[in-house]
């Protein structure tokens, strides 16, 4: 369908357009909002992986911007002038890496600008690098609105950035429960052949493997859960999904203690609503989380979640009633957490059904669509424009 050209364009702008949670909520943003309401164009800072084709929407342009790394200040003069060719009424910056782009939106003289924070990187998951809060105070009296995506991070945002709070509305990612459907029958052919026995259980987690999601505390919790109680390693497997730069020290370690047999290096996949139907347990194990596109999915896939006691993921996992929460960076703990629900079979059923129902109550797709339409039509209202 074809999208009305006098409809209000939001410009979504984004460091990069590729697989991630942020970017899986963008592109559900995008597909969802009706388009009687709003048309989209996507600025990526530097590129885009085919991830760009998730976007279903008819006339929606992913522009790139080729970002050099370390300090390229062209890159917001070629940001202004595109600005200035497609006149966005809305522009729309995520995270630290595109905050910057704010002030190319003030000067190409875009007169609603909208900023989320969806969470923090490995090199300041605490959100206290005084040079990153400098910057972000810096920018306070040109953003009209704050999205934060937890309410851990709209604390930190009024406590640690200074922002007042009538600038900030709060919303949680939403999960489309369509996608994740309830189902005795698991898909297990997409599994390999060791993976596929009824009588196992599959622990998974879905991710970049990149040092803030930390797979590598998972990994060596798993060691530890067949080492120390050697009677599960023929109960148990280990699905990873997701590729990026821990793979190789993953796989290393995995193979040093002799159970590479045991985990599955998935990789990249586009089919995660079928892989997650084939898991029992699943787990996050991050350092930091905004709030976590995969928890939702799991929760909506009824699978119990054990995740870290971080960021968000407090707001999502009702600790002994949808899963249970450990510290970060404790690969003991999370083993007898675990240990706990291959004791207690009934409980991954209990917290899986209690997933799904929080899911639907309360982080449903169509509730945050209407949340972002709230916001957009508010600000094209004159709602709220106060810049100090």
Known sequence: MKQNNNKPLIAHVLFRLGTGGLENGVVNLINTIPDEKY????ICMTDYTDFRNRIKKDGVEVYCLNKKPGKDFAVYFRLWKLLREIRPDILHTRNLSALEAQASGLLAGVKHRVHGEHGRDIDDVDGTNPRYILLRRLFRPVIQRYIPMSK?????????IKIPAYKITQIYNGVDLSRYKISDDKPVNLLPPGFRSP???LIGT??????VKDQITLVKAFIHLVKTYPAVKNKVRLVLVGAGILQPILQELSLEAGIDNLIWFAGERNDVADIMQTLDLFVLPSINEGISNTILEA?????????????????????NQTGY???KQNPIAMAEACKHYLDN??????HGKAGRAKCESTFSLNRMVADYINIYDGLLEDKGLMLI
């Open 39 to 42: 048309r989209h164009a996507v």
């Open 152 to 160: 851990d991070l709209e604390t930190w945002l009024i406590n640690q």
């Open 199 to 201: 009588e196992l259980i």
């Open 206 to 211: 879905v991710g970049r493997l990149d040092p």
């Open 299 to 319: 929760m909506a896939t009824s699978l119990p979640v054990i995740a870290t006691n971080v960021g968000g993921n407090p707001e999502l996992v009702i600790n």
């Open 325 to 327: 929460l450990v510290p």
């Open 345 to 350: 079979h009934n409980l991954l059923a209990c």
